[in-house]
């Protein structure tokens, strides 16, 4: 693994707050196995458990930052 590879919550595959697409882009698995083991634990589990779980997580982990491109007027270079 990259060391400065950093956990970031994925916004453009959420579902819900993008936790697990964040997980699944970190470990770089399809978030379809996270969003299907996570129904599994929150059915074997009971809901409170996993669902507190989640809340943590969306609260802990940042958001992925989003780079706006620049509008093309401004690669002009001046002399």
């Not at 970031?8 to 083991?37: C, I, P, S, W």
């Not at 958001?63 to 509008?71: A, D, T």
């Amino acid at each position: 693994m990259n060391p400065k590879k950093k956990l970031y919550r994925n916004t453009q595959e959420k579902m819900v707050a993008g936790v697990l697409a964040g997980l699944a882009d970190y470990f770089e698995h399809d978030v379809v196995f996270y969003r299907l083991a996570f129904v599994i634990a929150l059915i074997v589990t009971g809901l409170m458990p996993g669902v507190l779980v989640y809340l943590v997580a969306w609260v802990i982990i940042p958001q992925r930052p989003v780079i706006e491109p620049i509008p093309e007027a401004d690669y002009t270079i001046y002399n």
